[in-house]
């Protein structure tokens, strides 16, 4: 038998030879028969493009977040790798804010 694959399902192909040819108005022999096989759709993996830049922080200081996404661009099926998450979230501007209410020192002492 010969077997060919296309996509999610396949067809198996039996073909013989007759051993006596049909006479006298007999009929004539099945010489190829074709049967679906690998019928089941073939899996199909997620695809997503690449993450986004970050968002502008929410914050200066106290803590804040940024968000980044990404979209699918093909949906699993049949069983395929699933997608990842679609947006993804980091803290950012940590630094406590009573750190800016802090008096500087924006000049240096001169000893005499």
């Known amino acids: 038998y010969q077997r060919r694959v296309h ?10 030879k007759p051993k006596v040819q049909a006479k006298n108005g007999g009929a004539k022999c099945v ?11 073939c899996p199909t993996d997620c695809k997503m493009n690449k993450w986004s830049k970050w968002s502008k922080c929410t914050a200066v200081c106290g803590g804040g977040t940024q ?19 679609t947006t993804e979230s980091q803290t950012c501007g940590t630094i406590p804010c009573d750190y800016f209410k802090k ?7 001169w000893g005499i």
Do not use: F
């Open 31 to 41: 010489l190829k028969e074709e049967v679906p096989c690998h019928t089941a759709a």
């Open 67 to 85: 968000e980044r996404t990404r979209n699918i661009e093909v949906k699993e099926a049949n069983d395929g790798k699933p997608c990842g998450p």
């Open 103 to 109: 008096p500087q020192l924006h000049y240096m002492s």
């Open 7 to 16: 996509g999610g399902g396949g067809l198996r192909v039996h073909t013989r």
